[in-house]
């Protein structure tokens, strides 16, 4: 029965730090395919290691009487298995692999002191021999409640990669790698302590009362810490999100500035394009062909520029639009929209501007390659479908598309450091629950989403 509780033990810490990086994981990162056959590799993998603790344990046991050490490099290569499964199943930088992978660990720790050190150790040791079936239907019962909780909190809470939008994501990784040592180090420091040095003073009758109270100390002090580390962890993730967003706000103020100098400017010249055009109708008729096609090639584009002056309502994606208008006026390219829809409010802004502006940045760079001026055109729906947001943005291609993992792959030279704009429309676009679909007909590519 203790080999089987043994292994009862690694299977239960082994799957609670697993389901809890794809809690936190699932719907903020993009999945790498094939995802479920990572899931399950990755899973095996790392069961077998878990499981390999109870025989290597028993083969060590006298050295690690002596030395304590001893199964330190295996513990510490196990700390590490939910950052080397976040980064195998999941598409971020290492920095929010290490984040996600110290969340799941913390989380996980607190329900192992709880039931491991608190319920088994401390309260009742003799519970899980003396009633093996139901100790293992609880602890199932236990966790399926802890899995649901952690989904509704955390999973509901941390829903974009905040971490993949730092400036500096290799100092944040070896601050998290610093942090997660630490904490590693202090909790291994505390169960030795409380199943190697504590635990055997339980069998002095007189050392009773003081057991107890150490055991209860211990619990205590690895609870403050997995829920300090969670509470710093947190902060760290709200002041980069707040960060994002007042980058985003500034820019959108910025950009809010220029199309009001923008507007103002254009409409000032179609103003005197207007009245001169009052003087000049007679005139027109006696100028060159030259002349008159280059007066009115110049109000035509004065009257362009002004058209791109787009109004929707929706204060961001004015600037968005208006930007991404001028941006195409200037090189020819004809971006037509059509909004009519109430539901942007269910995106926050800084996610409402970064995707629709990955998008269009996209269409752009794929218009731009066209060498038909007939077929450089850009079009963007965004409209109501019931209660879903549906937005639809279709642009012509040339050349071969290929395709990886659902999405087209870029066509820069520097394959590695590009690509993310669609992987980001992704992350966006589930971390609302929403639907994405990328096809071709001929030559024409659609991108379209649906929100609820």
């Avoid at 057991?211 to 403050?224: D, E, K």
């Amino acid at each position: 029965m203790d080999l089987i509780l043994a292994y009862l033990d690694q299977f239960r810490y082994m799957t609670g730090i697993l389901a809890i990086c794809i809690v936190l994981c699932h719907k903020a990162l993009t999945h790498k395919t094939p995802y479920l056959s990572r899931i399950c590799a990755s899973a095996a993998v790392f069961y077998l290691m878990a499981f390999a603790y109870v025989p290597l344990r028993r083969m060590l046991e006298p050295l690690y009487r002596v030395t304590p050490l001893a199964i330190a490099p295996y513990w510490l290569l196990m700390s590490f298995v939910p950052v080397l499964f976040v980064f195998f199943c999941y598409e971020t930088n290492w920095a929010g692999a290490l984040f996600r992978a110290m969340m799941a660990s913390f989380t996980e720790t607190i329900l192992t002191v709880l039931i491991r050190n608190l319920f088994v150790y401390t309260l009742f040791p003799d519970f899980p021999h003396s009633h093996p079936f139901l100790y293992m239907l609880g602890m199932i019962v236990v966790y399926l409640g802890f899995y649901w909780s952690a989904s509704r909190v955390l999973g509901e809470r941390i829903r974009a990669d905040e971490m993949a939008r730092l400036h500096n994501d290799r100092t944040a990784a070896l601050i998290f790698l610093f942090i997660f040592l630490s904490f590693t180090a202090i909790l291994s420091a505390a169960k030795y302590a409380m199943e190697d040095l504590i635990l055997p003073i339980a069998a002095y009758a007189e050392l009773k009362a003081a057991y107890r109270y150490l055991q209860f100390f211990l619990v205590g002090i690895m609870l403050v810490l997995c829920i300090v580390m969670q509470v710093i962890l947190w902060y760290i993730y709200k002041r980069t999100a707040m960060q994002t967003e007042k980058e985003i706000i500034a820019r959108l103020v910025q950009d809010r500035k220029s199309q009001y100098e923008f507007s103002k400017e254009n409409i000032e010249m179609i103003n005197r394009k207007t009245h001169d055009l009052k003087h000049q109708l007679q005139a027109l008729a006696m100028v060159s062909d030259d002349e008159r096609k280059r007066q009115i090639q110049e109000t035509s584009r004065a009257i362009d520029f002004y058209d791109a002056v787009v109004k929707t309502g929706n204060e961001a994606l004015d600037i968005l639009l208006t930007e991404k208008s001028v941006y195409c006026a200037n090189r020819q390219i004809r971006l037509s929209c059509m909004v009519n829809t109430r539901q942007l409010q269910k995106i926050k802004l800084v996610d409402l501007y970064t995707l629709l502006g990955n998008a269009l940045d996209n269409a752009i760079e794929s218009t731009e390659r066209i060498s038909d001026p007939e077929r450089k055109v850009i079009s963007l729906s965004i409209l109501d479908q019931g209660n879903m947001l549906y937005i639809q943005l279709e642009n012509y291609f040339e050349g071969e598309l290929q395709m990886q993992d659902g999405l087209p792959r870029t066509r820069k030279k520097d394959a590695e450091n590009h690509g993310y704009g669609l992987k980001s429309i992704v992350n966006i676009v589930h971390s609302y629950d929403g639907k994405i679909e990328v096809r071709t007909e001929g030559e024409i590519f659609y991108l379209e989403i649906m929100i609820p």
